[in-house]
């Protein structure tokens, strides 16, 4: 069985005069969907949970309100509604879905807990490969020590290194920068060593 939460009842009374049918519409359509939710408040808005497990949540805002399904599976194609949850900005009881196609998710949302469905892992974003700058280049290949500190480093660590020299606005600024560069490298020292070493 369900349970309500008197903190949602001071969430909604303290909401715009247009978020309150809104939410109260929500709310309802939550404990009817979906009888064994319990209801909670997380990050000061109130969210409904199924099984002990984050269900669904909603909020009010100034000009408009927003509703989210939990489940990372039902949160697939939320981007598309900057971030606003299931069904984009509501600004009004027209911009919600119809009760059977909300009922249809609630139904859906249940079904992935109950199976202890869990969202596919995200691939793996490719890293470009670094563009190292043509003075840094050509340093390294005059310094046989610099150059094999270079190469083994990470990646991150390589990227530290490109970027500093790379941002240097001024001719002096970037050939000092450089400079300072290839005495690290040659004592095989990371770009932020001194951060590190204190560690």
Same mark, same amino acid.
């Given at each position: !069985?369900?349970?309500?939460?008197?903190? *949602?009842?001071?969430?909604?009374?303290?909401?715009?005069?247009?978020?309150?049918?809104?939410?109260?519409?929500?709310?309802?359509?939550?404990?009817?969907?979906?009888?064994?939710?319990?209801?909670?408040?997380?990050?000061?808005?109130?969210?409904?949970?199924?099984?002990?497990?984050?269900?669904?949540?909603?909020?009010?805002?100034?000009?408009?309100?927003?509703?989210g399904?939990?489940?990372? #599976? #039902?949160?697939?194609?939320?981007?598309?509604?900057?971030?606003?949850?299931?069904?984009?900005?509501?600004?009004?009881?027209?911009?919600?879905?119809?009760?059977?196609?909300?009922?249809? !998710?609630?139904?859906?949302? !249940?079904?992935?807990?109950?199976?202890? *469905?869990?969202?596919?892992?995200k691939?793996?974003?490719?890293?470009?490969?670094?563009? *190292?700058?043509?003075?840094?280049?050509?340093?390294?290949?005059?310094?046989r020590?610099?150059?094999?500190?270079?190469?083994?480093?990470?990646?991150?660590?390589?990227?530290?290194? *490109?970027?500093?020299?790379?941002?240097?606005?001024?001719?002096?600024?970037?050939?000092?920068?450089?400079?300072?560069? #290839?005495?690290?490298?040659?004592?095989?020292?990371?770009?932020h060593?001194?951060?590190?070493?204190?560690?």
């Open positions: !069985m369900g349970t309500k939460d008197a903190r *949602v009842d001071a969430y909604i009374g303290k909401a715009n005069p247009f978020a309150r049918p809104i939410l109260r519409k929500l709310r309802k359509w939550a404990h009817q969907y979906c009888p064994d939710c319990e209801e909670t408040l997380k990050w000061s808005a109130p969210h409904f949970q199924y099984k002990g497990k984050m269900f669904c949540g909603m909020s009010s805002f100034k000009e408009h309100c927003a509703f399904f939990w489940h990372p #599976m #039902m949160r697939k194609n939320d981007a598309s509604l900057e971030g606003m949850g299931s069904f984009g900005k509501i600004k009004s009881l027209a911009n919600l879905p119809s009760e059977a196609d909300f009922a249809k !998710m609630a139904r859906e949302a !249940m079904k992935l807990t109950d199976e202890g *469905v869990k969202a596919p892992p691939p793996k974003k490719e890293r470009e490969p670094l563009k *190292v700058p043509a003075e840094l280049k050509a340093a390294l290949a005059k310094n020590k610099a150059r094999a500190a270079f190469d083994e480093f990470s990646y991150s660590h390589q990227k530290e290194y *490109v970027e500093w020299i790379a941002e240097a606005k001024r001719e002096e600024t970037r050939e000092a920068r450089l400079k300072q560069a #290839m005495q690290w490298l040659a004592e095989g020292k990371s770009r060593w001194k951060y590190t070493a204190k560690a």
